[in-house]
């Protein structure tokens, strides 16, 4: 089983930072691509930031040179850097992965999800 563990939300003042991790664990073969989205109250989720295996990073206007999206192929672990933060950018944020998986049939691509880490930005 392939899961996808958010860490390192919380609570920062405005002009803060805040490092989120996203580690996958399970039968992945490789990823394809891996997203940071959001969502805040009363609000539909949003992508934030997205990696391709070739390190293609995207970013939505509202975070870009402010966010960072890498990630340790080594470890499986997706990153977002977060610096400058302001209150708008308070939010759960959400790890999404299309996973290359092994299964006793063969692989195949599949997008998996992670629960979600709280990010709170205020004074």
């Known amino acids: 089983q392939v899961q996808l563990v958010e860490s390192g939300g919380g609570l920062v003042q405005p002009g803060g930072s805040l490092r989120l991790s996203c580690a996958a664990s399970?039968?992945?073969?490789?990823?394809?691509?891996m997203s940071w989205c959001r969502q805040a109250p009363g609000t539909q989720r949003e992508l934030v930031a997205s990696?391709?295996?070739?390190?293609?990073?995207n970013y939505e206007d509202s975070v870009r040179g402010r966010f960072t999206v890498s990630v340790d192929n080594a470890k499986n672990t997706l990153y977002l850097q977060m610096s400058s933060l302001t209150p708008e950018d308070t939010a759960v944020y959400y790890c999404?992965?299309?996973?290359?998986?092994?299964?006793?049939?063969?692989?195949?691509?599949?997008?998996?999800w992670g629960k979600g880490t709280l990010v709170t930005v205020s004074s």
């Open positions: 399970g039968n992945i073969s490789s990823f394809n691509s």
């Open positions: 990696i391709s295996d070739g390190a293609v990073t």
């Open positions: 999404n992965a299309n996973l290359r998986v092994y299964s006793p049939v063969g692989s195949y691509d599949r997008d998996y």
